[in-house]
């Protein structure tokens, strides 16, 4: 019996003996991530708005949409696969998988059938480099991310986050059929805000992810060490964030935005790396991750209204 | 209707698993009309003007 059998055997209204589902719509919702595709959508959004040229509203309506879902396809597999390690972690348990409101092969089944259809939709009715880029958004987060990387190196945010990165490349390239550089800025961008934001999470819960077996940064290198890295990832982020002006596709006032914002970020790296490794409160871990939140909607957000700026003449 | 149950191919549903199976289908439904509206739409943008140029 596996550790995800005796959870669901434990808990009433689990998935019957008679393998009759218990689901209810939410929780096939619940199993599409909700609150990752929206940041998914939000900068997949971004990246069409950014790209030069422009796209019927209708097609571009259905590039964010087969976006969304392949994203929440991509959770629904993540949650198939990790169900195990779901039912170990307090911050995870309830989700329908290890709390037995969906089976695994549902989950499965449901997943597979979003990916397919959000990679052959977008295809179809966009264009075939997007729809390319999406399954590889896919394949990444949920084989090389969460079945190779996630259970065996303190790496697995770094690697995986290129598959959280990719929503803006597939948005920019379902306007202009082509991968730029700018679109690789922005990739950049949540590439190097991945692994402080994880990693102050990580600090947090670093007991859940030890119970569970994940190998973050803070259970194998160290306090310390996490400390150092997120600094200097910090550093990265805070240098990215200004390139979209440096490099000419966003404002001036963009770029100042960017670099107080980035700042803001490096110094509450700092406080991270001056707590202490008993601190009961982790607040300094706390406020980063708060933080990191807001930093990068704020940043998207920033390189959306620049950009509605310039097309309404305001700014050259 | 406490521990309702519903006789179907030999399986008795529970009334609260008989209204989960109610509540997926009007959800895939509601789905499922959702994609019928939206390929129309995305068959008349694609079509176009061009529809009227195509050759018999």
């Known amino acids: 019996m596996t550790s995800l059998d005796t959870v669901q055997a434990h808990i009433p209204g689990a998935v019957a003996s008679d393998g009759i589902s218990g689901a209810s719509p939410a929780d096939y919702f619940a199993l599409l991530k909700p609150r990752v595709m929206s940041l998914v959508v939000f900068t997949a959004l971004t990246g069409m708005a950014l790209a030069p040229g422009g796209i019927h509203p209708v097609i571009g309506f259905v590039a964010i949409l087969c976006i969304a879902v392949g994203a929440g396809a991509s959770g629904a597999l993540n949650m198939w696969y990790d169900a195990d390690i779901d039912a170990r972690m307090s911050r995870t348990r309830e989700r329908p998988v290890p ?218 | 209707m406490e521990n309702a149950v519903v006789a179907e191919n030999g399986v008795r549903l529970t009334e609260e698993q008989r209204r989960r199976r109610r509540s997926r289908s009007v959800a895939i439904a509601l789905v499922l009309a959702a994609l019928v509206a939206l390929f129309y739409v995305v068959t008349i943008v694609k079509l176009g003007s061009n529809v009227a140029l195509r050759t018999f």
């Open chain 1, 99 to 316: 709390a037995g409101r969906v089976t695994p092969g549902e989950a499965l089944g449901f997943g597979l059938t979003l990916a397919a259809g959000s990679v052959v939709v977008l295809g179809l009715t966009v264009n075939w480099l997007s729809a390319a880029l999406l399954a590889f958004t896919i394949f990444f987060y949920v084989v090389v991310y969460t079945m190779w990387l996630k259970r065996r190196t303190p790496q697995n945010i770094v690697i995986g986050g290129a598959a959280g990165a990719l929503p803006p490349v597939v948005g920019w390239a379902a306007v202009t059929g082509t991968v730029s550089v700018e679109s690789l800025i922005l990739f950049l961008i949540i590439f190097l805000w991945t692994p402080p934001h994880f990693w102050a999470l990580a600090l947090i819960r670093s007991d859940d992810y030890a119970r569970a077996g994940v190998p973050m940064l803070p259970n194998v290198a160290g306090f310390a060490a996490t400390q150092r890295q997120i600094l200097v990832y910090a550093v990265l982020l805070a240098i990215a964030g200004v390139a979209p002006a440096i490099l000419g596709f966003a404002s001036i006032y963009y770029g100042i935005a960017a670099a107080v914002l980035g700042a803001g970020f490096v110094l509450d790296a700092r406080w991270v790396g001056r707590m202490r490794e008993n601190d009961p409160t982790m607040a300094a871990a706390l406020r980063l991750f708060g933080y990191s939140i807001l930093y990068l909607f704020v940043v998207f957000a920033l390189l959306l209204l620049d950009r509605g700026a310039q097309l309404i003449g305001i700014l050259a």
